[in-house]
């Protein structure tokens, strides 16, 4: 756990060092494009180790009080990073540049959710299907071997039936 927020806050740090060496002698966004990635992902790194940790069960230090203040101070620098970068990018390229660029990727991100809840519905329902059509098989099966059976039995046990002497 203290790994994934490790990486994550170095990853968040890393990636503000570079967009600040780079935000004035890039011409497009698409120069440190990489960058605000990675500083997208060392947020979510921190955020995801840190909500991990509060819904542990086991026993450790991860109710320490350096445990829980470096979460939290981890948080908050990224959020501040975060909110370092967003200035620097309007800066540099327009006021709303960073808004849209969160507002894009909060739409992709919402897509891709939609597009696997979309793919585990038709997975359940194909799922749902294939064992009706195996019921549907298995009772067809069943009733033809029971029909079968009693053909059996009417044509083996009981026989043709015996005239009666006359």
Not at 41 to 47: A, H, L, R, S
Not at 130 to 145: D, H, N, S, V
């Amino acid at each position: 756990m203290i790994a994934e927020v490790m990486t994550g806050i170095a990853l968040v740090k890393q990636s503000v060092d570079f967009i600040k060496s780079q935000i004035d002698t890039c011409k497009d966004i698409g120069d440190i494009a990489g960058s605000i990635d990675g500083l997208f992902q060392g947020q979510e790194q921190v955020n995801k180790a840190r909500n991990k940790k509060s819904g542990a069960t086991g026993l450790g230090d991860q109710f320490g009080v350096d445990t829980v203040a470096k979460e939290m101070l981890d948080a908050k620098i990224a959020a501040e990073k975060l909110q370092e970068i967003s200035t620097l990018v309007d800066l540099r390229f327009g006021p709303g540049t960073w808004a849209g660029i969160v507002a894009e990727r909060a739409k992709r991100i919402q897509e891709v959710k939609e597009a696997a809840k979309k793919a585990r519905i038709a997975k359940m329902k194909a799922d749902k299907e294939f064992w009706e059509l195996i019921q549907m098989i298995m009772i067809i099966c069943g009733t033809a071997a029971i029909a079968i059976g009693a053909f059996i039995y009417i044509l083996f046990f009981n026989g043709p039936a015996e005239l009666p002497p006359s």
